[in-house]
């Protein structure tokens, strides 16, 4: 019986194949395409995943390549660059304080220890090679050369470490000057010259002060810090002394009234005391009175002075010993003379005057005298031409006016 059952279902499936289908019946996707394509979409996963893989390692690479190329700039960046030094505002200054950029210029040293050759740079390498030529008054001096120091000046800036120097006794007074180099192509040169002390230098006790003259016209002032300062005089200062606690200088200036007169002859003086805190100056002699060489007395009131030439001749001699008296502002009060004095002697034909020798034959400058104390000049005094026990060594009390002989001078 399920024999034939079979038979019509058969039947029935073999008709409704045969049958056309509707016209809105979806068309289905062929069964074997779908399935090759999806295995396409499938079977690239581990291919990607071992392009993942091989990027890495490509990566790791690169990156070491990389890491080992940067020698190679570097070593083309160590290549020297081209040389082109400039040099400017080339100067030579005197002593390291000189340097300062606050110090007070013109500086005027009393004396030169060291002289600095300071310059502007630009373009220098570590192959230029630098020289440096001294001339000393016209005359080669020193040479020095050597290779560009970059690490510790680098292509640009300014040099201010090179210097000449002589602590003891200090740089010789004249003129200096130095030649730049580099590669021996000359860049710069600059002069400077050390003046010579003419006079001095003084010290004043109290306050450390230095004064002195240099090239015969310029008084130079020194304090304590090391600033200094200068006045220029019209005639050769020939000497000065210190007005006590520094505030003021008392110094002579020599004037040539007739060149063609032999030695001192015409030669004259003017006095003047030089205010050095406020820098003005007053005269308190002219040449008319020709008053030189100052003794000043410890309180300042006094000064204890020569007049005339010095010139002698015979039993003549212009020289004659005075003492001026300044006020508490240190302006000319009164002017006192051996004459003015009591206890000298009375000898025939001469008169009491300064004596100008000194003892034995070496070299010997004249003073007036010394001051024991504010108001006591010691003074060696003489007669000319005349034989008499007057001459000696007195004791001047000015505020007395009273001459007393404490000792014989011995004359040549």
Not at 61 to 77: D, G, I, L, R
Not at 275 to 286: D, E, H, R
Not at 292 to 307: C, E, I, K, N, Q
């Amino acid at each position: 019986m399920k024999k034939y059952l079979f038979l019509p279902l058969t039947f029935i499936l073999l008709l409704a194949a045969c049958l056309p289908a509707p016209d809105d019946a979806p068309t289905l996707p062929p069964l074997i395409p779908t399935t090759e394509a999806t295995g396409s979409a499938i079977e690239p996963t581990p291919t990607l995943t071992a392009a993942t893989s091989v990027p890495v390692e490509a990566t790791a690479v690169p990156t070491t390549a990389a890491t080992a190329v940067p020698p190679e700039p570097t070593a083309v960046s160590n290549q020297p660059p081209a040389s082109n030094p400039q040099f400017s505002n080339l100067t030579l200054l005197p002593n390291r304080a000189s340097l300062s950029a606050g110090w007070p210029q013109p500086y005027n040293p009393i004396t030169t220890d060291e002289l600095y050759a300071v310059w502007d740079y630009a373009g220098m390498t570590a192959a230029d090679q630098l020289e440096r030529v001294w001339y000393f008054n016209g005359a080669p001096w020193l040479e020095r050369s050597e290779a560009w120091d970059m690490t510790k000046y680098g292509a640009n800036g300014r040099v201010q470490d090179i210097f000449v120097y002589d602590y003891e006794p200090n740089l010789a007074p004249g003129n200096y000057r130095v030649v730049l180099k580099v590669n021996g192509i000359e860049l710069a040169s600059a002069e400077h010259t050390i003046p010579a002390n003419t006079v001095g230098p003084v010290v004043e006790p109290n306050t450390g002060f230095t004064a002195a003259v240099q090239d015969h016209k310029t008084l130079v002032l020194r304090r304590v810090d090391g600033t200094t300062t200068a006045w220029e005089s019209f005639g050769d200062i020939v000497d000065l002394a210190w007005l006590p606690g520094g505030q003021g200088i008392v110094y002579s200036e020599q004037i040539v009234v007739n060149a063609e007169l032999p030695g001192t002859l015409g030669l004259r003086h003017n006095l003047w005391l030089q205010n050095v805190i406020s820098g003005q100056k007053y005269q308190l002699a002219t040449t008319d009175e020709n008053l030189h060489t100052p003794v000043v007395s410890p309180d300042g009131r006094y000064l204890a002075l020569y007049s005339g030439t010095l010139f002698g001749d015979a039993c003549g001699l212009d020289a004659e010993l005075h003492i001026m008296e300044l006020t508490s502002t240190y302006q000319r009060a009164n002017l006192i003379s051996l004459a003015d004095f009591t206890g000298f002697a009375e000898v025939a034909n001469s008169r009491p005057q300064p004596s100008l020798w000194g003892p034995g034959d070496g070299p010997y400058e004249p003073q007036p005298g010394e001051w024991l104390d504010d108001g006591t000049l010691e003074a060696n005094i003489i007669w000319i031409c005349a034989e008499t026990d007057a001459q000696g060594i007195y004791h001047l009390d000015v505020n007395g006016r009273t001459a007393t002989q404490v000792a014989e001078l011995n004359l040549p």
